[in-house]
């Protein structure tokens, strides 16, 4: 079975159980997502104590917004796109905290286990 994402949602929402905890541990940040296109949303994740917690809509304040066409962000999500190299040639936008931005591959390593997928619904 593939724990790749099958929607932006997915991608987002799965974010929290991608979390290293050793790299969390002293991260505490707000990370916005502005999707656009055909699945057009907004999601933030909020990275406190080692955890990680999403959610819809707008953030109060962000220390790092993503602002994506929501296909090329789920690109990325599933490693079909380089997500540097994506920021890189315009495919997508950042502002805020560029160093959140950069510690976000390590930042989101663990691979989830299965049941924890299952447990979400989504396998």
């Known amino acids: 079975m593939s724990n790749k ?6 991608a987002i929402e799965g974010m929290t ?5 050793n790299e969390a541990k002293d991260v505490n940040a707000t990370i916005q997502f502005n999707l656009s296109g055909d699945d057009a949303a907004e999601y933030y994740l909020t ?9 819809e809509g707008t953030a109060a304040e962000a220390d790092l917004t ?4 929501a296909d090329v962000w789920l690109k990325i999500a ?3 796109l380089n997500g540097a190299m994506a920021l890189m040639t315009g495919k997508y936008k950042a502002s805020g905290k560029m160093g959140l931005l950069m510690k976000m591959d390590t930042l989101f390593s663990r691979t989830p286990t299965e049941d924890e997928l ?3 619904g989504w396998l």
């Open 66 to 69: 993503i602002e994506s066409p």
């Open 47 to 55: 990275v406190a104590n080692g955890k990680c917690d999403f959610a």
């Open 118 to 120: 299952k447990a979400k």
């Open 5 to 10: 994402p099958n929607t932006i949602r997915q």
């Open 17 to 21: 159980l991608s979390l290293d905890t």
């Open 78 to 80: 599933r490693k079909e």
